[in-house]
T-cell receptor, first 113, second 119 residues
């Protein structure tokens, strides 16, 4: 049973436009959420996180939105750049000192020049 | 500051052999997590070590084991290798998050992984 879902395996966006990556979770005990970016042959790189006490967190071009009632979070990238092309994973953990982080299957973002 | 380092980068073994993968954490990080990423799949949680002890393990058989050393580096051992163990094995570390009297959250920081191929 997948606790963290990313229902879009891939997404293509034109350079300069907004990229929206979505993530849904089933465990209502999750209270810390993260987004990672992964290039081929490299480990995932941390992008941005949000705790359940917030509904929005922003860092430069990246904004994460959390809708706890819908158990849904999204990552907005504005404006999208070709270097953003990568696989994006969302992850969730339960408890402040999370036991294990549960990752979604990933969404491959392609930003077209 | 050096990041999380994993060795070897690539490892080729035959079925039935044992594999040992190593991870050195970021300085100051005491928690080590191991994940498996099989081809086309997401990251599956394997093991979590903190302060030298195994704190949690994922849904993997006992032939996946590991340990954490006093310097907080870690080893992942896979015994009796099977073909489906072929995957990218990622180590991630995490530091103490206590601050200003309130427990804060901190992310995992990943190494570049060890690509294990079982033939």
């Amino acid at each position: 049973d997948q606790q963290v879902k990313q229902n879009s395996p891939s997404l293509s966006v034109q350079e300069g436009r907004i990229s929206i990556l979505n993530c849904d979770y089933t465990n209502s005990m999750f209270d810390y959420f993260l987004w990672y970016k992964k290039y081929p042959a490299e480990g995932p790189t941390f992008l941005i996180s949000i705790s359940s006490i917030k509904d929005k967190n922003e860092d430069g071009r990246f904004t994460v939105f959390l809708n706890k009632s819908a158990k849904h979070l999204s990552l907005h990238i504005v404006p999208s750049q070709p270097g953003d092309s990568a696989v994006y994973f969302c992850a969730a953990s339960e408890g402040n000192y999370g036991q294990n982080f549960v990752f979604g299957p990933g969404t491959r973002l392609s930003v077209l020049p | 500051e050096a990041g999380v380092t994993q060795s070897p980068t690539h490892l080729i073994k035959t079925r039935g052999q044992q594999a040992t993968l190593r991870c050195s954490p970021i300085s100051g990080h005491t928690s080590v997590y191991w994940y498996q990423q099989a081809l086309g799949l997401g990251l599956q949680f394997l093991l979590w070590y903190d302060e030298g002890e195994e704190r949690n393990r994922g849904n993997f058989p006992p032939r996946f084991s590991g340990r954490q050393f006093p310097n907080y580096s870690s080893e992942l051992n896979v015994n009796a290798l099977e073909l489906e163990d072929s995957a990218l094995y990622l180590c991630a570390t995490r530091g103490d998050m206590i601050g200003t009297g309130e427990v804060d959250n901190s992310p995992l920081h990943f190494g570049n992984g060890t690509r294990l191929t079982v033939t």
